[in-house]
């Protein structure tokens, strides 16, 4: 298996809602990203879980919380989130982090905030 | 922190004509560097990667790239573009400092004509 799911592939929610994104990977990756990509833009980092230990961008706002249950899924959970929190949610995996190994990605979730 | 700069955010080109699509690294020491491309509403698929075993990188779909250590540049190249081309092109790092993770540039739009 060398693909990196996740789901849902799309979500629409309210600004009161509370709803969790869900990525996993099986090819014994020991690091795992979230980024965020607004239209037209990079995609730009979330959070990193390194052999489970987060590391976070310190710009991101709490209404994001990173869940990291074991070492193949990582969850991102959303609470009360703005309208300009809309966007293409990426998550990715690779061998270690910081490494020369690249990262495989997953096809992503579009969420719409409304 | 490390990062690239992606020269020109579209380019357009002829069926069967060179595609060039230029980025640039700033770094003291040589760095990991990825070329990515994006379909629209898709995730990010790794299309190279120089890890400093060879200047000269072959990646998938018959795209390859050089790394200049003189140039700092590490340009995207494929002989002969197909419409099947057509999509976003990030050029990335990989920051050993830090969140060690990968900072990408802000990407070009390849725009192939018939």
Redesign the interface.
């Known amino acids: 298996d060398t693909e990196v799911t996740q789901t849902p592939k799309h979500l629409v929610m309210g600004m009161t809602n509370k709803k969790s994104l869900k990525c996993e990977q099986h090819m014994g990756h020991r690091a795992m990203y979230w980024y965020k990509q607004k239209a037209k833009k990079p995609p730009e980092l979330m959070f990193v879980y390194s052999y489970e230990k987060l590391s976070i961008n310190e710009s991101v706002p709490s209404r994001f919380s990173p869940e990291c249950p074991n070492s193949s899924l990582l969850n991102l959970h959303l609470h009360a989130l703005q309208p300009e929190d809309s966007a293409l949610y990426l998550c990715a995996s690779s061998p270690g982090q910081g490494d020369k190994y690249g990262y495989t990605f997953g096809s992503g979730t579009r969420l719409t905030v409304v | 922190a490390q990062s690239v700069t992606q020269l020109g955010s579209h380019v357009s080109v002829s069926e069967g004509a060179l595609v060039l699509l230029r980025c640039n690294y700033s770094s003291s020491v040589p760095p990991?560097l990825?070329w990515?491309v994006q379909y629209p509403?898709?995730?990010?698929?790794?299309l190279l990667?120089y890890?400093s075993a060879a200047t000269l990188v072959k990646g998938i779909n018959g795209f390859e790239a050089e790394f200049k250590k003189s140039e700092t540049s590490f340009h995207l190249t494929k002989p002969s573009a197909h419409m099947s081309d057509a999509a976003e092109y990030?050029c990335a790092v990989?920051?050993?400092t830090g969140?060690?993770?990968?900072?990408?540039?802000?990407?070009t739009r390849l725009q192939v004509q018939p």
């Open positions: 990991y990825f990515y509403n898709q995730g990010l698929q790794l990667k890890t990030f990989s920051d050993n969140r060690r993770a990968l900072t990408f540039g802000s990407g």
